[in-house]
């Protein structure tokens, strides 16, 4: 049963290295290495439980510092078939699939942004414009490195200064897409979820 414990504990700090979001990376690490720290001290290997306990702190120190990093996001009009664009939707083609299976980079949209941080392509919106202020969401994908929703609610606080009121998703969606629209204030109605913003 000791053993199991240590196990688990190597397991989740060999998982967290596999992460591509950083805030995954540091939560399922500290987990871990708490797990693994408790199995040192239960077998009186005081020098692996101090270094597990000392990347316990670091963890929590980073995420502390993560959460509190306020975000410098700039949001980009772009167009259909932009170098930028092209290169964004066929870099992550295969993470776009797993998200948005029934997108494809040649679908027409007419309403076209792109969400950098610092610089840094974090984020695509594709639609088109169903007039009255709504927009029938084609793509709206944040990179790995950026998925903690901020790219998400910044966007949704500027899409209204372009004009933009309602978004709307159809329901073909993958369900992690599902999450995470429920996840923002969506609401499912006739077979589409639906965002007013503000």
Known sequence: MIE?????GSALVVASMLMSSVVKLRVINTIGSGIFAAYALIIHSYPTALMNVCLVGINIY??????QKEQNYDLIDAAQGEGLLRYLLDHYREDIQAYFPSFSAGSAADRVYVVCCSGNPAGVLLGTDRGQGTLQVLLDYSTPTYRDCSIGTYLYSMLPSRGIHTLVFSEQESPAHASYLR???FRKENGAYIKKLG
Do not use: D, F, R
């Open 62 to 67: 980073n995420l502390v510092k993560l959460t």
């Open 183 to 185: 996840k923002m204030g």
């Open 4 to 8: 199991i414990i240590g196990y688990l």
